[in-house]
């Protein structure tokens, strides 16, 4: 096995969601380690190119989420350093990390998602053209850091967010919280999760016991099949590659569904959607690590 790649499990950061990366780069670093590969685990900061060169990686595996190693940033680096690396590239992660114009992109597709608009920054933000419930939430993040459900019509003070924080207002989406995860533009299985909060936030998603998944979801099959088309066709208008997550809710009275955001770095903890969808379809995560690596490439 010592002709395998040397990897740099790159992990942390800076931003929001370090801690949710860290767990996924352990993980993932311990089933790469187990499938052969000499792994070395990498703190992302900005001498990352000195600490690439002085280790003489090979391959990068992105296991960052959120601002810098999500959004293109890191992608952009890894290219100019001519290091390949797993998952998207900079188009793909740059676009899905947009939340605003991804969905404007896959609207423009037939794939429903709801109605939204930008927010001007002021000492309130509120989206005053929606009579019903709504969302506000970051334009660039992930891990559900910074939503907020407003259901009352309350103002929110624009100081529950940092001032150099885009934002978006859309409709609350009544309903069930499905999500698909797609390999190689694959769709695997639909997952409904019931999370033991309002919605699937940040606790929900990563804490033991936070939520419960259903796989396969209990929805009906034509719910299903257009859930795994609509993941299928996002990841690929979008340009992913590797391994991406698409979440959806079902508003189960009006039978419609809406896609809410693809997730090009999904979490890929113990307790992540991805390895559970994997392990459902009788995979396993040494062969989806193998993968993922196996096609790591620069754009």
Same mark, same amino acid.
């Given at each position: ?9 790159? %992990? ?24 052969? %590969? !000499?792994? &070395?685990?990498?703190?992302? *900061?900005?001498?990352?190119? @000195? ?6 990686? *090979? ?23 001519? @290091? ?27 794939? !429903? ?10 000492? %309130?933000?509120?989206?005053?053209? %929606? ?33 150099? $924080?885009?934002?978006?207002?859309? !409709? ?6 499905? $999500?698909? =995860? ?15 909060? *309002? ?38 208008? @979008? ?7 698409? *979440? ?15 997730? $090009?770095?999904?979490?890929? $903890? ?8 994997? =392990? ?5 995560? !040494? ?5 993922? &690596? ?6």
């Amino acid at each position: 096995m010592s002709g395998l790649p040397k990897i740099g499990m790159l %992990y942390g950061g800076w931003n929001s969601e370090a801690e949710v990366s860290r767990a996924s780069a352990h993980f993932c670093a311990t089933i790469a380690r187990e499938c052969g %590969y !000499h792994v &070395i685990e990498i703190e992302f *900061d900005r001498n990352l190119p @000195i600490y690439l060169n002085e280790n003489k990686i *090979d391959i990068v595996f992105n296991a960052l989420h959120g601002r810098v190693g999500e959004d293109g940033s890191v992608q952009g680096l890894l290219n100019i350093l001519n @290091i390949p690396f797993t998952h998207s590239g900079v188009t793909a992660s740059a676009l899905a990390m947009d939340k605003y114009l991804s969905c404007k992109l896959f609207e423009s597709a037939n794939i !429903h998602t709801p109605p939204k608009i930008l927010l001007n920054e002021g000492e %309130y933000v509120t989206p005053s053209d %929606y009579s019903g419930p709504y969302v506000i939430k970051p334009k660039n993040e992930g891990s559900s850091v910074g939503v907020e459900i407003i259901l009352d019509g309350r103002l929110c003070s624009r100081k529950m967010w940092s001032l150099d $924080t885009e934002l978006i207002g859309e !409709h609350y989406i009544s309903g069930r919280e499905l $999500t698909v =995860s797609v390999l190689n533009g694959k769709a695997l299985c639909v997952t409904e999760i019931i999370a033991n909060a *309002d919605f699937y936030n940040y606790k929900a998603k990563y804490e033991i016991g936070g939520s419960k998944h259903i796989l396969p979801a209990n929805v009906p099959e034509k719910c299903a099949l257009k859930a795994k088309l609509w993941a299928e066709k996002a990841f690929n208008l @979008i340009g992913c590659r590797g391994v991406a997550r698409a *979440d959806f809710r079902w508003d189960e009275a009006e039978d419609k569904l809406y896609l809410l955001e693809l997730n $090009t770095q999904p979490g890929m $903890t113990q307790t992540s959607l991805v390895p559970e969808q994997v =392990s459902f379809c009788n995979l396993s995560m !040494h062969h989806l690590i193998t993968l993922l &690596i196996e096609a790591a490439q620069c754009d």
